[in-house]
């Protein structure tokens, strides 16, 4: 029942998404169940393996660039960059497909706001893909939108969320999507995600690129794009990233 009445509203989604040329309501794809179990993470952190190509070591931002090519003004202090909000999302200077992606992140210690608005930023594979970025202890949103959703699209298997101030890790093995020379759509994105040791995304397929408001899907881009991080306006921190290409 509950999955007739998901699809329903998926389908509404859609046609109304549709017949508005993408405005709408946001609420049509939000998927408040199931609640993911909390699973309480160990302790670890782990330093790039030999072959990886080290992202953000704690010192400079030499991999990345700002909003439009800007310079970067984030934070960048004690080993950890932290979004700056308002200045906009930083991307790598370099591509990337397949690969294996290691981040560890934080959200504020000072808990500030709720639901979406308490520690969100955005890890976006090949810069539309979001992994979510969110402080999800104790913070009520729709499943498919809390920590390790990637965003309205799958909601992650257990909340393995870390609390506010914590450090906390993504280890991510990504699959570009595949397109034919006519751009269409050969294989969808593939996802395995581990918060904090934890598997949270087994392997799924994604539905298209990330959308606040209606359904996704794909639009054919190239084998490589850079990684996004977001600012969502909150003061969320990454140190140690790193990526292996597979
Ligand atoms: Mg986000």
Redesign the pocket.
Known sequence: MKKFLLISLLIIGFVCSFAQGRKGDPKLTEAWDPVPAIVSPGKTSQDAPSDAIVLFNGRDFNAWTGKDGKKIEWMLEEGAMTVKGGTGEITTRQGFGDCQLHIEWRTPAVVKGEGQGRG???IFLMGQY?L???DSYNNKTYSNGQAASI?KQLIPLVNASRGPGEWQIYDIIFIAPRFAPDGRLQSQARITVLHNGVLVQNNVALWGGSEYIGIPDYTPHSMKESLML?D?GDAVSFRNIWIREL
């Open positions: 969100n930023s955005g979001e979510q970025v969110l965003y977001q969502h």
